[in-house]
């Protein structure tokens, strides 16, 4: 079973960076594929970004790409998520997801950690 705890979350000023943290336990045949997903207050959830553990392929919604980073370190089983140029929208609670397979739908959720970015 694939466990996700996501750390880093806290409350910030436009402009200010913030790193989120995903420590992932498990079967890594189970998690090939992590992904970044936020909801913002009032809005369905979205995928931020996505990075594979093997090759390192990444992909990032259009609203992050330049400002985020998503990378993985592997001795750790760890992700992460270097937020930069924070901006009032980017307010959210972020999640972790795993997938075994390439594409589809995620199969495993970490419980969230908030991020609120001030004026």
């Known amino acids: 079973q694939v466990q996700l705890a996501e750390s880093g979350g806290g409350l910030v000023q436009a402009g200010d960076s913030l790193r989120l943290a995903c420590a992932a336990s498990?079967?890594?045949?189970?998690?090939?594929?992590m992904g970044w997903f936020r909801r913002a207050p009032g809005k369905e959830r979205e995928l931020v970004a996505t990075?594979?553990?093997?090759?390192?392929?990444?992909y990032y919604v259009d609203s992050v790409k330049g400002r985020f980073t998503v990378s993985r370190d592997s001795a750790a089983n760890t992700v992460y998520l270097q937020m930069n140029n924070l901006k009032l929208e980017d307010t959210a609670v972020y999640y972790c997801?795993?997938?075994?397979?390439?594409?589809?739908?995620?199969?495993?959720w970490g419980q969230g950690t908030q991020v609120t970015v001030s004026s």
């Open positions: 498990g079967p890594s045949v189970s998690r090939s594929v």
């Open positions: 997801a795993a997938r075994r397979l390439t594409y589809g739908p995620f199969d495993y």
């Open positions: 990075i594979r553990w093997s090759g390192g392929v990444t």
